[in-house]
């Protein structure tokens, strides 16, 4: 017993002294690379960036749209792949660590030899225990244990960006279904209209008053309304089988809430800086973590040219003769010496590797960018066109009364009265998909902002 603490006791001090030297480390540590941001978005927006971290789709005052987003954070069933995800890094994270450590197995042997120089048999049992320490010479393992690390965290972003893109989802199909809902109503109606305007046509062309080519334009006319409402029933219903998957059911009627008209236009959207992207949007992150792991697979793959020592000790004992006991300690040394320059091309692949992901992280910067000014754009110009086209079906609708009246009182055609009542229609649906359009933009600036799934308290920064 005293010679297997001895050795146990030699074993812990050589481990010792060689993590003393592990500071002789290969590779080189993540940091950020410059990336060259402008001071300022283009378009003049507030830049008060706290609101961008609010769930923000509350804002739009609809208890409805609020009940499907939580709905579909919780059953989307991307969602929950991300977090299987996320629970396998974090697995990944644990099984890195345990390389921290010496490995203990265990052994049990037992046999029986008979020879004719001896009668009866020899028996033999016996077993023993194995130690295996790997002296972490280059921090390979420690650069292991921070690869496992950022791929821990990058699929939190990925996670994070996922949550935003389903919000963003479910919140601008809502809107799409209140704009279809709109305008089949407006159909409705307009069908209901030119229906009356049909009986009247009728009626003057049995008494010999008009032609059959102002009935047959007034038939073509009722045609094309109730055309238009099959066409808005069947996207009602798609737009429909699409929010239930995004809940993750099967397709299903979606419950409705405030109408198109009664969602809230948010006025003023604080956007915040270009340069605070790079530590908002999740889809940023992501790609620096990965750059980040792959920065330091490059020592990884150096520490290969270099030798590894491995420590093991083996106790053990007869079970036939419990006295006798034994123990052996031995330091394995292990490195290459000729591989025709494989393992130098294994560091520039992962070099490579490296310069990728670098191209990849300024790129999804620069994707960025372009969302967050494309949405900022929208905002403005879809607020305006509404404008536009909310007056447009005022006088549309003016001049289509007046059209009418001009007609009954023989002053007109009634092709004036066909294209003005055409017009109208027209009208009425542009002002209805130019609303949703500018709901759509604000729900988009959100979503290009990378905001709004989490509140400022409950983020955490990992280096």
């Excluded at 020592?299 to 040219?305: D, F, N, P, W």
């Excluded at 009425?428 to 933009?441: D, H, I, Q, R, V």
């Amino acid at each position: 017993m005293k010679v297997i603490i001895k050795y146990m006791l030699i074993l812990g001090f050589t481990g010792f002294i060689f993590s003393l030297v592990e500071g002789c480390k290969v590779g080189r540590d993540y940091e950020r690379q410059p990336i060259e941001t402008p001071e300022s978005f283009q378009l003049d927006f507030p830049k008060d960036s706290s609101i961008s971290n609010i769930p923000w789709w509350r804002l739009f005052n609809d208890s409805v749209l609020v009940d499907l987003i939580d709905t579909a954070l919780v059953n989307n069933k991307n969602i929950q792949i991300a977090i299987s995800r996320i629970q396998e890094a974090e697995l990944q994270i644990d099984i890195a660590k345990a390389d921290y450590y010496p490995f203990i197995g265990y052994n049990a042997y037992g046999s029986s030899v008979a020879n004719s120089e001896v009668s009866g048999m020899t028996n033999s049992v016996g077993g023993g225990v194995n130690v295996s320490y790997t002296v972490d010479l280059w921090q390979k393992i420690k650069s292991m244990n921070k690869i496992a690390l950022q791929n821990y965290l990058a699929s939190e972003e990925a996670y994070k960006a996922l949550n935003i893109s389903v919000v963003s989802a479910v919140a601008s199909a809502y809107v799409s279904l209140r704009d279809v809902d709109n305008r089949i109503i407006i159909s409705e109606k307009t069908a209901q209209n030119f229906q009356e305007n049909l009986e009247v046509m009728q009626a003057r062309f049995n008494g010999g008053f008009i032609s059959e080519v102002d009935l047959s334009q007034s038939k073509i006319q009722l045609s094309e309304a109730k055309t238009a409402i099959e066409i808005f029933d069947r996207s009602r219903g798609q737009i429909e089988n699409a929010i239930s998957v995004l809940l993750g059911t099967a397709p299903k009627e979606i419950p409705r809430g405030n109408s198109l008209f009664d969602q809230i236009s948010i006025p003023e959207i604080p956007v915040g800086l270009p340069s605070e992207l790079l530590d908002r949007r999740p889809d940023i992150l992501q790609a620096e973590r990965n750059l980040h792991a792959q920065t330091l697979r490059i020592g990884v793959a150096e520490a290969l040219k270099y030798p590894s020592l491995t420590l093991s000790l083996d106790m053990g004992a007869q079970l036939v003769n419990p006295s006798f006991l034994f123990a052996d300690l031995g330091a394995q040394l292990l490195g290459p010496i000729f591989n025709a320059g494989r393992l130098q091309r294994n560091v520039e692949v992962e070099e490579a590797r490296t310069r990728q992901l670098l191209l990849n992280y300024e790129a999804t910067y620069l994707t960025a960018l372009q969302e967050v000014e494309d949405a900022m754009i929208a905002v403005e110009t879809y607020g305006r066109e509404y404008d536009l086209r909310n007056e447009q079906m005022q006088m549309a609708t003016k001049a289509s009364q007046l059209s009418w009246v001009r007609y009954d009182g023989g002053l007109t055609s009634y092709l004036e009265v066909l294209n003005l009542q055409t017009s109208q229609f027209n009208a009425e649906l542009k002002a209805s998909e130019a609303f949703k359009n500018e709901l759509t933009s604000v729900i988009k600036l959100y979503e290009a902002l990378g905001g709004g799934w989490y509140a400022p308290e409950d983020e955490q920064t990992i280096n």
